[in-house]
């Protein structure tokens, strides 16, 4: 008799997303007339940049013709645009990154997701709350906690990200080896500064832990004094490890394509105490399992780093952030605390109500879908996300009918 992975029972973040969506779905049916406004979702909803699409279109040509037909590529991605990431994303802000240190993926999802599976089934997770659930969630799948009560999974260290900390989450209290950190952050919108990021390096090397970096949204940061990588904080390399993608600063969520990036001094360690490059390890199960990205996706990925596509890119997500700030003024207006919207995609609103029953309002009275925020972790309880990745209309819209609705 064949059984199942029994951990993936445990699993509790499906449910909240399921609910949400047969919510909007029974007030569709029963308001037919009503136009919903979803600020809910993290996709983004602009076309991608045109010095993307002009590269892509001519690679698809190339692989028109036998002579410059391109098959299996190197799993790790094509030399051309893992030069332009060292160039432009790390060496250009004195982050001695190389290019044989980026793993060019399809996704940073996949990747932070995947990533766990380098170390051992006992290794103590640290985990922001709330925060992006893949981290969580494919902890749970690999078996590393227990049972789910009372919103927390046992076995796992909480890193609460609070008003009280302004969402940049305290060092553990008890020694941790595997750190997820996440900034701009995925729901709450915050950014940590150089020190806070220098804080989490300096526990890494004395705990010889490793902090997992998730800077999707590093393109939205506009204030000049925060970091945008962790590798611009000093011994970083040797601590962490930092995943990127195109798909919010380039709108590849649907085109995908995403790196990785391992320096190769950073070290994790066998059961006889013998230091192992996790570069190393990343690499064969990135060959063993990943058959890289295609050929037309890398090249249009190269195009973000001409000079049209970072004008382009910059337009994008100026147009972004200028919905947040939409959002955020008119909910600032309303008497309501929010974090995020500067230097981010999302606006994390603090509603003094169950987030099940602000999404439920805000769905009936005003038609506008956000996520309640316990789908993010416990701390996420009493908050909602809005999302900056709409049209300009749509969010005008959506908050005039707030407005109305709650003023
Ligand atoms: N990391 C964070 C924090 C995210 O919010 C998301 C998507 O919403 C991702 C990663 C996924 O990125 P990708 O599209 O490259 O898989």
Not at 138 to 155: F, H, K, L, P
Request: aromatic content about 12%.
């Amino acid at each position: 008799m064949l059984k199942i992975n029994e951990h993936y029972l445990k699993l509790q973040a499906s449910y909240l997303f399921s609910d949400i969506a047969k919510r909007v779905n029974a007030f569709q049916e029963a308001n037919p007339d009503k136009d919903i406004i979803r600020l809910g979702i993290g996709d983004v909803t602009h076309g991608l940049p045109m010095a993307c699409i002009e590269a892509f279109h001519s690679a698809v040509d190339e692989m028109a013709e036998d002579s410059s037909f391109r098959g299996y590529g190197p799993e790790q991605g094509y030399a051309f645009l893992r030069e332009a990431i060292a160039k432009n994303d790390f060496q250009a802000r004195g982050a001695d990154i190389s290019p044989d240190e980026i793993f060019v993926s399809d996704g940073a999802k996949c990747d932070t997701g995947n990533i766990q599976e380098l170390f051992s089934i006992d290794a103590k997770i640290a985990l922001p709350d709330p925060v992006y659930p893949v981290y969580l969630d494919t902890n749970v799948m690999a078996g590393r906690t227990g049972t789910y009560s009372d919103g927390r999974y046992q076995g796992i260290v909480y890193l609460d990200s609070t008003k009280e900390n302004n969402y940049v989450p305290d060092l553990p209290s008890e020694p941790v080896d595997l750190i997820y950190l996440c900034f701009p952050n995925n729901p709450t919108g915050s950014t940590a500064t150089r020190e806070e990021l220098k804080q989490w390096v300096d526990y890494a090397k004395e705990n010889k832990a490793l902090i997992l970096f998730d800077a999707a949204y590093e393109a939205f940061i506009r204030d000049a004094s925060l970091p945008r990588s962790i590798f611009e904080i000093e011994g970083a390399k040797e601590v962490a490890i930092e995943f990127r993608s195109f798909s919010k600063n380039a709108g590849f969520t649907g085109t995908r394509c995403a790196y990785t990036v391992v320096p190769k001094e950073c070290m994790a360690f066998d059961s006889t105490g013998n230091k192992q490059a996790v570069h190393t390890l990343w690499n064969r199960r990135h060959c063993t399992k990943f058959n890289g990205v295609s050929y037309p996706v890398q090249r249009a990925a190269e195009a973000v780093y001409s000079e049209a596509g970072q004008a382009q890119i910059n337009t994008l997500v100026n147009s972004y952030l200028e919905n947040a700030d939409l959002i955020a003024k008119a909910i600032g207006e309303l008497g309501f605390d929010y974090a995020g919207a500067a230097n981010s995609p999302y606006v994390w609103i603090r509603g003094d109500r169950d987030s099940m029953d602000f999404f439920d309002m805000l769905l009936n009275k005003a038609g506008v879908v956000c996520t309640p925020g316990q789908g993010f972790g416990k701390c996420g309880q009493g908050y909602i996300r809005l999302s900056a990745f709409n049209s300009r209309e749509n969010v005008i819209t959506a908050m005039e009918r707030i407005q109305q609705a709650l003023s």
